[in-house]
């Protein structure tokens, strides 16, 4: 297998200026960006010919990289057949064929894939299918939700309700509607240094069961959370036995599960979905960055059979939908990204790779100062960075080390994707590292040989980076 693509548009024909007046709403109209005119397999390139190594994905999102002859070849298939048909009136091949892909690979009995526009559309079906599923149920005064703290769900209102970055919570907090968190499982911050897998599990368990217990079960429609944690604290792997016990407390008092794979689900841990390492299914599913790998837009929601059941045999229809769900060339994209991740066997190389990125990272990093701790699964590796190791002081956030990374790290060629903020009064800075499946061997080292040169360049220390 060839594991770069090039793109046939030559980049003198793409040029544009760095002075061009912009009319594109930017979301931070002040810094200047680079234009993207092209992508070879996990490079991006800009107007003046830069590549740059696209180690985050975007956000975790080109899983197969960028220009793959087959994808494109899916889009243009269905573009000259039909590139989009309304719902209200026709279904479309590519939906009834990914659906199918995902219904039969998906853990348990996620049998119905309902597709949308990406991850914020995803949870804000998952929310309105819960609720509505208990309207059904004739169990009407089940309508709040709770989620954990430093978590992030999308940006919509429903989702941003949910979510626990206070930070981005904060302006729109009189327009969201009621949502009540519990503890992250963050075990470089929360477990104590005797405390077993097993016992952490076990106290985050009987604190979600002591917040259902305070709002009365019977108000409780679902519990929310992302498998593994992608986009507010780095990147957070769950202990061993978390996710069980927290599906036992939901099975417990009738609580719904709702995991939200968005960023983590479509192989980037390893599996094609998150929760199946972890044994459990949820009662709804979220997913998609990863599902159209960024050809397309597209997100999905998978719900359990007993839950469309109910719908088919109550109202006989689910009371949402968007102009563009189900959209033909989407879903075309997606499923030609899922049958070659199938074939080539890129899980596989997800799981070796992922290893050899945090082993690098540990080698060249964990005796920086600020390293306070290099985490993750698959592909999906986290770096938090603290002004003291022992105490895990976070950063000071008026450094703003975050954008300074990111933008030396572009400087070097290397995309990464640089988070800060305050969640919950907490200033943090993180580095998410989410590179395409189909990385080398060799590109690891590059990715870990830039990563490590970056963070050495943005927070100087005497000693320099171990060479691989
Ligand atoms: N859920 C999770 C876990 C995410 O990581 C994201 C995006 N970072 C979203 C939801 C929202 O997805 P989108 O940006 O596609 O709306």
Not at 157 to 177: D, E, K
Not at 222 to 250: H, K, N
Not at 322 to 329: C, K, L, N, Q, V
């Amino acid at each position: 297998i060839s594991f770069k693509y090039t793109n046939k548009h030559s980049i003198q024909n793409k040029l544009w200026t760095d002075t061009i007046m912009t009319h594109v709403f930017h979301r931070h109209p002040k810094q200047s960006l680079p234009t993207a005119v092209a992508g070879e397999g996990i490079t991006l390139i800009d107007q003046n010919g830069k590549r740059y190594i696209d180690a985050s994905g975007g956000a975790a999102v080109s899983c197969l990289g960028h220009s793959h002859p087959e994808v494109i070849a899916a889009i243009h298939q269905q573009i000259d057949a039909v590139a989009y048909a309304h719902t209200s009136f026709f279904t479309n091949e590519p939906a009834e064929q990914l659906a199918q892909f995902l219904a039969q690979r998906a853990p348990g009995d996620l049998d119905y894939v309902y597709f949308v526009s990406g991850g914020s559309e995803a949870i804000e079906a998952a929310l309105k299918l819960a609720r509505q599923y208990f309207v059904e149920k004739q169990q009407p005064s089940r309508r709040l939700f709770i989620a954990r703290r430093q978590s992030y769900h999308g940006n919509t209102l429903g989702a941003l309700a949910i979510g626990g970055n206070a930070w981005r919570r904060a302006p729109f907090l009189p327009l969201l509607t009621e949502a009540h968190h519990v503890s992250p499982c963050y075990p470089y911050r929360d477990q104590g240094a005797d405390e077993s897998d097993h016992a952490y599990a076990t106290r985050l368990a009987d604190e979600l069961e002591q917040k259902i217990l305070q709002l009365g079960p019977e108000n409780v429609a679902a519990f929310v959370a992302e498998t593994v944690v992608g986009a507010t604290a780095g990147v957070l792997v769950p202990v061993p036995g978390y996710l069980q016990a927290i599906r036992r407390v939901c099975d417990q008092y009738g609580v719904l599960l709702i995991l939200d794979e968005v960023m983590c689900g479509m192989g980037r841990t390893g599996h094609l979905f998150a929760c199946a390492e972890d044994e459990v299914t949820p009662d709804i599913l979220t997913i998609a960055k990863g599902l159209g790998a960024g050809y397309q837009p597209i997100g999905a929601m998978l719900a359990s059979r007993r839950i469309y059941q109910t719908l088919v045999d109550g109202s006989g229809f689910f009371q949402h939908g968007h102009t563009y769900m189900g959209h033909a060339t989407a879903c075309a994209a997606a499923l030609a990204v899922q049958q070659v991740i199938e074939r080539d066997q890129l899980l596989h190389n997800v799981r070796v790779r992922g290893q050899q990125l945090r082993q690098g990272l540990h080698q060249t990093l964990s005796a920086h100062p600020n390293v306070g701790d290099i985490r993750g699964r698959g592909l999906m590796v986290g770096i938090e960075l603290v002004a003291d190791k022992q105490s895990k002081t976070p950063l000071d956030h008026h450094a703003k080390t975050h954008t300074q990374l990111r933008r030396v790290a572009m400087d070097k060629g290397l995309l990464m994707y640089p988070m800060g903020g305050t969640v919950d009064g907490v200033h943090g800075d993180h580095i998410l590292l989410a590179p395409p499946f189909i990385c080398t061997a060799q590109d690891i080292d590059h990715i870990v040989e830039l990563v490590s040169a970056t963070i050495f360049e943005v927070l100087p220390f005497t000693h320099q980076p171990v060479a691989l």
